[in-house]
């Protein structure tokens, strides 16, 4: 089977943080370069002749450009500089920064490349590799796959949550996140999408702050101890306040804290989680670090973002470890402003028997000019750390952990 058409229609289809950090990264580093690999965490095999298909679908994005329609929406933006959307016009990806290679089922790929045009491969590569899996190995929708979207949208709203679709990166296509912001965006709650492109569709707000690549990057310029506190200071600076929310888990939630002073956390709207126990999360480390120094909550953000469902209010998570959304909500909305980025739970449950991709692609290595650095992430779970065995071994001895 081939895919003749492309399953990117629009550079804008990606996360909006890829766009915010790429600013950043665009005016402030300009020289760094990075390398990025797939991490294949659920072990999937490919279908024989899946490189030659993945390979058609990186040379398709190189003819992908802005429109002038694009560009202009991109100024509406109030944080969004001028420059770097007309930058971004102008901007076409290189398919020589992706190297990869299918051996029977297994498949690596690997990019490098300047960091502030690297950065725009992870999610399209991510989507890409998603919806080619389902086609190529003809896993089909179930019939009722949009009528799910709606009772996951009511559930969601009858129940006053708010919500954002995360879904970009593991979706099943760009079918059905088209249709999630398209049903979704009816209902009270549903704050709008982590996808520019969509947002820009659908008349909604596009939403995302950073990732932890910004860190990551930031550690092989100051080092591990420094990376969460001068990424915070370079992206407060450059946005002035906008786009506050910060992520707690590149290094471990504990060690993130310690940087996370009075200063950042009257500075910052809220916090982001990503990995581990929500309810230890929230319950344990983050309100207490708020309350400790006088902080009222009631006007923070609690972004809650890993392995979310939707479910009746009594049920904490499912049998496959999900958390599901609208108990956290009701938990802590009278304490804060809890937000739910939900991603594959909306554009990738579409039928009984489709397993969504378990998958990541993240930050190996970074050059500030200096020489080639390894780079690694301490997430909450021991389990989604990566990086090279003996440079986790050294953060974690350089930072205290155990």
Sequence with gaps: MKV???????????????????????????????????????????????????????????????????????????????????????????PGEVTFEQNGGDLKVQVRGPWYKAIFWEVKLMAIISELYFRLTAQEKDKDWELRLRRKAFDLSDNGCFWIDFGTRRRYSYEVQDAVVRIM??????????????????????????????????????????????????????????????????????????????????????????????????????????????????????VFSDNLMVAHPGVEKDEQGRYNYVHLSLKYRNYAQPVGGIGTFLTNDVGNNVKPLNMVIKMTKANFGHGWVDVVKLSDVSGKHTGDTNAIKKAKEELGIK
């Design 185 to 302: 965006k009816t209902y009270k709650g549903f704050l709008g999408t982590s996808n520019p492109h969509l947002a820009m569709k659908h008349g909604v707000v596009t939403h995302g702050t950073y990732a932890h690549e910004s860190i990551m990057g930031m550690s092989a310029l100051y080092g591990v101890r420094m990376a969460n506190k001068m990424w915070m200071k370079h992206w407060s600076d450059y946005f002035g306040g906008s786009l506050g929310v910060a992520l707690t888990d590149t290094f471990t939630t504990e060690k993130f804290l310690e940087d996370f002073g009075s200063y950042e956390a009257r500075l910052f709207d809220g916090v982001r989680h990503d990995s581990g126990d929500p309810s230890l999360w929230a319950d344990k480390k983050i309100l207490p670090h708020y309350r400790n120094m006088n902080i009222p909550t009631n006007n923070k953000r609690l």
């Design 4 to 94: 003749n058409e492309p399953l990117i229609h629009s550079l804008l289809d990606d996360d909006w943080y890829k766009l915010t950090m790429g600013s950043v990264v665009f005016h402030n580093f300009p020289n760094a370069e990075v390398e990025y690999e797939f991490i294949n965490r659920g072990k999937t095999k490919f279908p024989k002749g899946f490189d030659r298909e993945l390979n058609y679908q990186i040379g398709l994005l190189a003819v992908l450009g802005l429109t002038r329609d694009e560009e202009a929406w991109l100024k509406t933006i109030p944080y969004m500089r001028p420059t770097y959307a007309e930058w971004l016009f102008g901007f076409r990806m290189n």
